[in-house]
């Protein structure tokens, strides 16, 4: 921990990720000053998480893409030449070799990322439990102060995420494949949307919407990430291509295309669980609704009463239908539980399904 309780902040940048630290650091009483070039988007935050004036600021986060960096930070160091800095950007190579030409910097300069985010972008939907549960990457100098390095990592623990310490280069490695890739994949899939009919499109059930998700996401911020890490990325669009071929070559040959998808199930697996780990197994619990207001709170007001924990949901409705599927993910003794209670009181509940 530092010797001095972090308690004044400065956040150069109001979007998603630095509104969202702002709004987690206010409310464990940490003034927070918000700052933007976009005016607006400064004012808007600055309202958000009730900003104020930050002297002598302990930490400034440099929370905007890695491309403005280098016509920032040496303004804000001479602002506070005492201060720790840290920035939130998604490529870290990039940030270590320009940072190393500030000798006086350097020591003061914490590269960091966290593993959060939305598809939506803006200081509009920040969320103070952004980084509630999740991973923050810190890929430290050589020749870090330690108390700098302390700092911010009492900031990312004090607002719920977990520090992975890695060099540079293995970090932009993963994330390319666990962040960039799936970005790139989904806005491909979404692409082959584009002149779909009406009719059609309003077949799309959950799958698509998940597989989707995060085709949404800054067209802006997301061709400045893939550029930067463009030669991992590379490689594994090379590999992604190779598979399609062959999944191509393999379309009359039943047996290849299970052991395509055997495959797919084999790498899902291999995705630990939300909090680390092993990923669980889970039983479903399908749930038909009435297509009517209150009724998907009403089943979680009855989780809360049977203290029965909901570790992901999906909803299937079409356009026209009275009636929606509801499916819980539950633990095995918790789907039960709650199972025997909804059908008690009414609800109508079809069979447990596990997950194959």
């Given at each position: 921990?530092?010797?001095?309780?972090?308690?004044?902040?400065?956040?150069?940048?109001?979007?998603?990720i630095?509104?969202?630290?702002?709004?987690?650091?206010?409310?464990?009483?940490?003034?927070?000053?918000?700052?933007?070039?976009?005016?607006?988007?400064?004012?808007?935050?600055?309202?958000?998480?009730?900003?104020?004036?930050?002297?002598?600021?302990?930490?400034?986060?440099?929370?905007?893409?890695?491309?403005?960096?280098?016509?920032?930070?040496?303004?804000?160091?001479?602002?506070?030449?005492?201060?720790?800095?840290?920035?939130?950007?998604?490529i870290?190579n990039?940030?270590?070799l320009?940072?190393?030409?500030?000798p006086e910097?350097?020591?003061?300069?914490?590269?960091?990322?966290?593993?959060?985010?939305?598809?939506?972008?803006?200081?509009?939907?920040?969320?103070?439990?952004?980084?509630?549960?999740r991973?923050?990457?810190?890929?430290?100098?050589?020749?870090?102060l330690?108390?700098?390095?302390?700092?911010?990592?009492e900031?990312?623990?004090?607002?719920?995420?977990?520090?992975?310490?890695?060099?540079?280069?293995?970090?932009?490695?993963?994330?390319?494949?666990?962040?960039h890739?799936?970005?790139?994949?989904?806005?491909?899939?979404?692409?082959?949307?584009?002149?779909?009919?009406?009719?059609?499109?309003?077949?799309?059930?959950?799958?698509?919407?998940?597989?989707?998700?995060?085709?949404?996401?800054?067209?802006?911020?997301?061709?400045?990430?893939?550029?930067?890490?463009?030669?991992?990325?590379?490689?594994?669009?090379?590999?992604?291509?190779?598979?399609?071929?062959?999944?191509?070559?393999?379309?009359?040959?039943?047996?290849?295309?299970?052991?395509?998808?055997?495959?797919?199930?084999?790498?899902?697996?291999?995705?630990?669980?939300?909090?680390?780990?092993?990923?669980?197994?889970?039983?479903?619990?399908?749930?038909?609704?009435?297509?009517?207001?209150?009724?998907?709170?009403?089943?979680?007001?009855?989780?809360?009463?049977?203290?029965?924990?909901?570790?992901?949901?999906?909803?299937?409705?079409?356009?026209?239908?009275?009636?929606?599927?509801?499916?819980?993910?539950?633990?095995?003794?918790?789907?039960?539980?709650?199972?025997?209670?909804?059908?008690?009181?009414?609800?109508?509940?079809?069979?447990?399904?596990?997950?194959?």
């Open positions: 921990m530092s010797s001095n309780p972090l308690s004044r902040v400065r956040i150069v940048g109001s979007g998603l630095g509104t969202s630290i702002g709004l987690a650091l206010v409310q464990l009483g940490v003034s927070v000053e918000m700052v933007d070039v976009d005016k607006q988007a400064q004012a808007l935050a600055g309202d958000l998480v009730n900003g104020t004036k930050v002297e002598n600021p302990q930490l400034v986060i440099m929370a905007i893409p890695t491309s403005q960096l280098p016509l920032i930070i040496e303004g804000e160091f001479h602002l506070n030449p005492q201060s720790t800095f840290m920035d939130i950007g998604s870290k990039e940030v270590q320009y940072v190393e030409r500030f910097l350097l020591p003061r300069f914490v590269p960091t990322h966290p593993m959060a985010g939305r598809e939506i972008g803006g200081a509009g939907a920040a969320r103070a439990d952004l980084f509630q549960g991973s923050w990457i810190v890929t430290p100098n050589q020749g870090i330690g108390e700098s390095k302390n700092l911010v990592s900031m990312i623990r004090s607002i719920g995420a977990s520090i992975i310490e890695m060099p540079a280069a293995q970090h932009d490695a993963a994330v390319a494949r666990v962040s890739l799936p970005q790139i994949i989904s806005s491909l899939l979404a692409t082959q949307l584009i002149g779909s009919t009406e009719a059609a499109l309003d077949l799309a059930g959950q799958g698509l919407r998940d597989t989707s998700r995060i085709a949404g996401s800054d067209e802006k911020l997301w061709s400045e990430i893939i550029f930067s890490n463009r030669e991992e990325i590379s490689t594994l669009l090379i590999n992604l291509q190779s598979d399609l071929e062959n999944l191509i070559e393999s379309l009359d040959d039943p047996a290849e295309i299970e052991e395509f998808l055997k495959k797919g199930r084999q790498g899902k697996s291999l995705i630990p669980g939300k909090h680390g780990g092993k990923a669980r197994a889970y039983s479903f619990l399908p749930i038909v609704i009435d297509d009517k207001p209150g009724q998907l709170a009403a089943i979680f007001n009855e989780c809360a009463v049977m203290n029965v924990n909901v570790e992901d949901f999906g909803i299937e409705h079409s356009p026209g239908q009275l009636s929606a599927l509801i499916t819980l993910s539950l633990s095995d003794e918790d789907s039960i539980k709650l199972s025997e209670h909804l059908r008690s009181i009414g609800w109508n509940v079809h069979p447990i399904r596990k997950e194959k």
